[in-house]
């Protein structure tokens, strides 16, 4: 935040809910960042609104009618509603820090409302695409050493349903070359998942054309510099992986995690044992991937079954 749109005692305020975050609820560092540029956003408007810098007390002073207008104005740009959803959430966790602290005591954030969101479901690859995928994703790699690494994660993404920041975060140490991998996940929470010997193999084959010297504590997998690879690296390969392939839009280093989930229910997987594998905190969130199974399955009927093509009665 910009000293300009915000006075000290909020300024620290803010510092102070992004430390908690960080350091206490252990929230993710894309996360954390999505939260800064949320809470960005809002105070922007709100001093704008009021004609000067807010302070926390101004905050405490906002009206129903002003949260209203901010959410008037996200609208008016044409702000998507997820967006407007998410930054309305953290602006709400930002609001209950400041009341847990006793700072503010605001009743009007509680009046207002999620916008209605679109219910969208995950947008898993085909058994097939998944598999061209984790194969030929070194084709697009600008060095063999970089091709092993990257073919190790798509590979681990695909076989072990883990999210991007968890296996980026992994270090030498962690390394999935046994039977098993301990994940640690939203929430601080850990989790074990099963390492398939596809997995180990491709992990194995990275590690021994490495360049870099990694000792136990340094990171699995590593930039050109030997720093640990950014989230923003991998999806450029994969968007370059699209093109080579002709993959769909949806075609991204998370839709390898829904793609786990998917083949693991169409081939008849347990769901609470997915629930488990993924760290779903709730099984609501794992179950839309029956959902997605069923429109599969539903449109293979459509497409196949030859009285569905039929006309007739």
Not at 31 to 58: C, E, I, K, Q
Not at 132 to 142: N, S
Not at 211 to 218: K, V, Y
């Amino acid at each position: 935040m910009s000293k300009d749109k915000t006075r000290p005692n909020l300024a620290t305020a803010l510092a102070e809910w992004l430390s908690y975050l960080a350091d206490e609820r252990r929230v993710a560092r894309h996360t954390l960042a999505a939260y800064r540029r949320d809470l960005d956003s809002f105070l922007s408007f709100v001093s704008t609104h009021l004609g000067g810098p807010p302070t926390v007390a101004d905050l405490e002073s906002l009206r129903p009618a002003d949260f209203r207008a901010w959410l008037a104005s996200r609208a008016h740009a044409e702000r998507a509603r997820t967006s407007t959803a998410r930054t309305l959430s953290a602006v709400r966790g930002f609001f209950r820090f400041l009341e847990r602290r006793g700072r503010i005591k605001s009743a009007a954030i509680g009046t207002v409302r999620t916008p209605k969101l679109p219910r969208s479901l995950p947008k898993p690859l085909s058994m097939d695409e998944a598999a061209e995928a984790t194969k030929r994703i070194g084709d697009v790699a600008a060095r063999p050493w970089e091709a092993l690494r990257d073919s190790a994660l798509i590979t681990l993404l695909y076989g072990c349903g883990l999210r991007i920041d968890e296996a980026l975060g992994l270090n030498r140490r962690d390394a999935p070359l046994e039977d098993r991998i301990r994940i640690k996940g939203k929430g601080n929470k850990e989790r074990i998942v099963p390492v398939l010997p596809a997995v180990a193999d491709a992990v194995a084959k990275y590690l021994a054309v490495c360049p870099h010297n990694l000792g136990r504590d340094d990171p699995l997998f590593v930039g050109a510099r030997g720093k640990r690879l950014q989230a923003g690296v991998v999806q450029r390969q994969m968007r370059k992986l699209r093109d080579y392939l002709g993959l769909p839009e949806t075609a991204t280093p998370h839709a390898l995690r829904h793609s786990f989930a998917t083949h693991l229910l169409s081939n008849g997987g347990d769901l609470r044992a997915i629930q488990e594998l993924l760290g779903h905190a709730s099984l609501s969130t794992t179950q839309r991937y029956t959902e997605v199974d069923q429109t599969r399955l539903m449109k293979v009927y459509a497409n196949s079954h030859p009285r569905a093509r039929s006309r007739l009665p």
